[in-house]
């Protein structure tokens, strides 16, 4: 009996060390063939983040090609749902907000996926809300626009690219916190908003540096406050909503999830690839022309923050404030 249980012992071993064995070789040679990285959103700023990062990664990942696809449709549903469903290999990777991952399914009882769906591979940026009024606005500061709105409930009104939207929530946040009132008017996009204001047709805005930035140093607009924790390295004279007395802190991030199930060896070679690619001329140029933060963060720790994210809008959905005003 005891020579069996030793032999059985010993056929255990082997066939743990093989499963080991074949696991790493899985792991040593991945990848072998192109991997695509979906993107749900049309091309634009974000979808350029990850197309310059592609060719980098290519070089750090056995010469294979990054294929970008860009898969819009139901506010990033359409491409989510692609990568949720797609084999856990890393072959099919998704290039996307943390709102898409941690607001929408929190907000719209539609969306078919949760953040557990995913698993975190890498942050790449991050990015405040700005709230800006045209140049010759009345108000100055965020303590004038709120004294106004208080006593004039919804006469300022602001556009954004639409419900739910990050335009939408950088707006939404400051005005449950700060106890003020502004009228929602959602358009197709931020570039229209931008010409609503400029033409008078929007009193605000709350939009992402890169899209503001020319007007701002043009003299056209002026910049309130910035929703981020700290201030922004592109606007270091504008105070945060909390330097302004309102406790709300909102903000967006791009990076790279896979699908549940990616194997952490296969994770960490990929975003391995990201953070020495995220460190080239090319990118870092790219991103201070963007006016977007250079922002790595890697598997565990983004994880950890996606799921901190996640907490943070079931907890601000659950105020019926909150939730009121981002139906509206």
Not at 59 to 77: A, F
Not at 97 to 116: E, F, I, N, S
Not at 117 to 138: C, H, K, Q, T, Y
């Amino acid at each position: 009996m005891t020579i069996r249980k030793t032999l059985a012992g010993v056929v255990a071993g082997i066939a743990c060390l093989a499963s080991h064995g074949a696991a790493a070789q899985g792991a040593s040679s991945f990848p072998t063939r192109a991997i695509r990285i979906i993107v749900p959103f049309s091309p634009g700023a974000s979808d350029t983040q990850i197309r310059t990062l592609g060719p980098l990664m290519s070089k750090r990942l056995n010469g294979q090609p990054i294929v970008v696809e860009n898969s819009p449709g139901g506010g990033g549903i359409v491409g989510a749902n692609i990568v949720r469903h797609a084999p856990p290999d890393g072959y099919t990777l998704f290039f996307t907000g943390a709102a898409g991952l941690t607001l929408l399914p929190a907000l719209r009882a539609d969306v078919p996926y949760k953040l557990r769906d995913f698993v975190a591979i890498g942050n790449v940026s991050s990015l405040p809300g700005v709230l800006v009024v045209r140049a010759d606005a009345p108000y100055r500061t965020m303590a004038e626009i709120v004294a106004y709105a208080r006593k004039h409930p919804g006469k300022i009104n602001f556009g954004s690219a639409g419900v739910g939207t990050a335009s939408h929530t950088f707006g939404v946040g400051p005005q449950v916190f700060g106890d003020f009132r502004f009228t929602h008017v959602p358009y197709k996009g931020m570039a229209d908003v931008i010409q609503a204001i400029l033409a008078g047709t929007v009193d605000a805005g709350f939009a992402i540096p890169g899209l503001v930035m020319p007007y701002l140093q043009a003299g056209k607009l002026r910049a309130i406050a910035v929703s981020s924790a700290k201030r922004s390295e592109f606007l270091p004279d504008v105070p945060t909503y909390r330097e302004a007395g309102i406790d709300y802190v909102d903000g967006e991030s791009y990076g790279l999830v896979g699908p549940k199930g990616v194997p952490p060896a296969i994770v960490k070679q990929v975003s391995d690839a990201l953070a020495e690619s995220m460190k080239a001329p090319e990118f870092v140029n790219l991103m201070q022309k963007l006016y977007t933060s250079v922002d790595y963060v890697a598997p565990g720790p983004y994880q950890e923050m996606l799921e901190a994210r996640d907490r943070s809008w079931h907890e601000y959905l659950a105020n019926p404030a909150f939730r009121q005003l981002m139906q509206q």
